[in-house]
């Protein structure tokens, strides 16, 4: 099968949001949104693929897709957890109640409901879609719980002999909201309360709830919340939060940061890596597809395997260490070579106010102390996108590690005290600005 070093990509044709991320048998699984007929969106299927490192990837094969009434059109967005040896998955079901008739895989008017559904694998290589599935949680009517559309994406973890699901929502398609419900055994739950938020936009997407040390950190991709005209109004967003287990009751502050500020980062999700750290991994979104040298096309990737910190009461993320384990030091006359040949590459530098870099056309600046990446040079002919984003503020100097692949490039700032990542196309080969050390991939 298809393997992938460093940034696991699509195999062929679409992917998107990464689902049932979990470290299980000595091996990472990560199973992500897919598409395999065509590099647009459509009916979605659980593409696969493992892992020891969070750096060598093996694409499986398909491990989930449609075969029931209830998720005819689509096994969208959810979890895993381990339970008894085995893999229990998690996942939103969808159906449509108007199909469009040119397209099959799309809806009309988006007329669709969703439900919750899950699958049991005995061992994270078999997955029987036609007698393991069972509905778990059938479309909510009820719009004061949730609604019977946009409700979504569920994370599960266990805490305290119980088990928790987070799930995304919309009141009245105004307002978002998170739902909480508990199990007793994973697979029977009864809902137990919501947030509602207006500063998160008028849906939220992918929620994921978890603890660093003894404080609980709240990340999700609320809809709507950057309006201003151009692509990507849904963004992924992280605070500190308060949860009660025994309640159900979840609080979430006004205010939050962003985990990515490139702006092309979206539906995060989180696990512990073998050594107990959060790891967090999402998707990169795309605009256009990329042609392989079989003459296939993918569009869809994701990012980096990065850490989850709190420091000074801020979330960090910071880069996997397994990831800088697999760099090594080159010599700074060899830049340009490697640029050309299109290799990943490590840049280590310190940024002063008004300094500049350029990496194949990519620009990175310390401009009024916030860290601003430009990619315009190199994301042509992508008109309603943006292409310049920027951190806030982080003084009059700032490190940088900018992890470099030929579609993507990482930009972490102060040991991860903030991120930004940028999608780009056609860099060139060009190095200019102050550098420190530049390693490129074993």
Not at 141 to 170: N, Q
Not at 421 to 442: A, E, P
Request: charged share 30%.
């Amino acid at each position: 099968m298809k393997q992938d070093v460093l940034h696991l990509k699509s195999p062929v044709n679409w992917i998107n949001d990464p689902n049932g991320f979990i470290y299980y048998k000595g091996k990472y699984h990560l199973f992500y949104q897919h598409f395999p007929y065509a590099p647009i969106w459509g009916t979605m299927h659980w593409g696969h693929a493992v892992s020891e490192d969070l750096v060598h990837w093996e694409h499986k094969k398909i491990a989930l897709f449609p075969t029931k009434s209830y998720d005819r059109n689509g096994v969208f967005s959810g979890s895993a957890i381990e339970k008894d040896e085995k893999l229990y998955f998690y996942y939103s079901a969808v159906r449509y109640l108007e199909q469009d008739e040119e397209n099959i895989h799309l809806s009309k008017n988006d007329q669709f409901e969703t439900s919750q559904a899950m699958l049991i694998s005995e061992d994270g290589e078999k997955f029987d879609n036609w007698n393991g599935k069972k509905q778990i949680i059938p479309v909510i009517r009820d719009e004061e719980i949730a609604d019977a559309r946009d409700t979504r994406d569920p994370k599960v973890w266990k805490e305290d002999e119980k088990y928790y699901m987070v799930l995304g929502s919309t009141y009245h398609g105004k307002q978002a909201r998170v739902l909480i419900f508990e199990s007793e055994d994973g697979e029977n739950w009864n809902y137990k309360s919501q947030c509602r938020k207006e500063t998160y936009g008028h849906t939220m997407e992918c929620p994921d709830l978890f603890k660093i040390r003894e404080q609980y950190v709240f990340v999700g991709s609320p809809m709507g919340i950057q309006n201003d005209g151009l692509e990507y109004a849904n963004q992924s967003v992280c605070t500190l939060a308060k949860f009660d287990a025994k309640t159900g009751e979840l609080s979430l502050p006004d205010e939050y940061q962003m985990v990515d500020y490139g702006g092309d980062f979206y539906a995060p999700q989180s696990n512990l890596d073998k050594d107990g750290r959060r790891v967090m991994i999402a998707w990169m979104r795309m605009p256009k597809p990329v042609e392989s040298k079989d003459g296939t096309q993918w569009i869809g990737m994701m990012c980096l395997p990065r850490v989850v910190g709190i420091k000074n009461g801020q979330v960090t993320f910071d880069v996997h260490p397994n990831v800088k384990e697999n760099f090594e030091e080159i010599d700074l006359t060899k830049v340009v070579l490697k640029l050309k040949e299109k290799q990943p590459l490590w840049i280590t530098t310190i940024l002063s106010e008004g300094e500049e870099l350029e990496i194949g056309g990519y620009e990175i600046r310390l401009e009024d102390g916030k860290v601003v990446g430009n990619r315009e040079r190199v994301f042509a002919d992508m008109e309603g996108y943006h292409v310049e984003n920027q951190t806030p503020k982080v003084g009059k100097s700032a490190k940088l590690d900018i992890f470099v692949e030929e579609n993507l490039i990482e930009i972490f700032v102060n040991d991860g005290q903030y991120v930004l990542s940028h999608v780009v196309y056609g860099l060139g080969d060009t190095l200019n600005g102050k550098i420190q050390k530049v390693r490129v991939l074993k």
